[in-house]
């Protein structure tokens, strides 16, 4: 069965500073997508950014990068320039290509200060 | 991309009744998910709606307690039965990406807080 671990449940960083979210999954799948999801305190929950598993290139939104490495199941958010508007919870999801059900990890609270 | 309409966005019930959220998608979609966030926790999907068939239930999540209707590709309810302080949620409709490319992003609505005393 599919899992996935984030073993931050809180961090906190100084606005504009970087702050790097981890999450690691485990899966016997090889073709899979892997997710970044936000929850600001308004509640929905939205995209931040997406990674096919067969891509070598990281993930990069904006601000917003991962750290894929598929060998060792770990999939990092880096927050770049972070901003008070990225306090929220981040989720760290999978879905194997072709399935229906996405895992989702335990969350990580980020609080960005001023 | 799409658009979903949650109603209501927070109640609160007494014990013992039940109430009915409802779940507006502004595109058709195969695939309608229930989920359950119990305060300061991660998702937990309740049930699988598909249109035209009952929906398929997780497990530790029962029709009788949580009755979902799918009566077209735009439209799901979710029913809490019998409520408990314990069913004092976050309930999340989502559906998965639309349109052609598919990779598998969902779509959320803005959730129903049900608080029950």
């Known amino acids: 069965a599919q899992t996935v671990t984030q073993s931050q449940p809180e961090m906190s960083v100084q606005e504009a500073e970087t702050v790097t979210l981890s999450c690691t999954y485990d899966?016997?799948?090889?073709?899979?997508?892997l997710f970044w999801y936000k929850q600001p305190p308004s509640r929905q929950m939205i995209l931040v950014i997406r990674?096919?598993?067969?891509?070598?290139q990281n993930a990069t939104e904006n601000r917003f990068s991962v750290n894929f490495q598929k060998a060792a199941k770990s999939f990092s958010l880096k927050i770049s320039d972070s901003q008070l508007g990225d306090t929220a919870m981040y989720f760290c999801?999978?879905?194997?290509?072709?399935?229906?059900?996405?895992?989702f990890g335990a969350g990580t609270r980020l609080f960005v200060k001023a | 991309s799409a658009v979903i309409s949650q109603k209501p966005s927070r109640d609160i019930c007494q014990r013992g009744t039940s109430l009915t959220i409802q779940c507006q998608v502004d595109?058709?979609?195969?695939?309608m998910f229930w989920y359950r966030q119990q305060p300061g926790q991660s998702l937990t999907l309740i049930a699988t709606?598909?249109?035209?068939?009952?929906?398929?239930?997780e497990s530790g999540f029962v029709i009788d307690k949580f009755p979902i209707s799918r009566p077209n590709l735009t439209f799901s309810t979710l029913t809490v039965s019998n409520m408990s302080p314990e069913d004092s949620s976050i309930y999340l409709c989502?559906?998965?990406?639309?349109?052609?490319?598919?990779?598998?992003?969902?779509?959320f609505g803005e959730g129903s807080r049900l608080t029950v005393l």
């Open positions: 595109s058709q979609v195969t695939m």
């Open positions: 990674q096919e598993a067969y891509k070598q």
């Open positions: 709606a598909n249109q035209g068939s009952e929906a398929t239930y």
């Open positions: 899966t016997s799948e090889s073709n899979y997508y």
């Open positions: 999801a999978f879905i194997y290509t072709g399935g229906f059900k996405t895992i």
């Open positions: 989502s559906v998965a990406g639309v349109g052609t490319g598919n990779t598998g992003e969902l779509f």
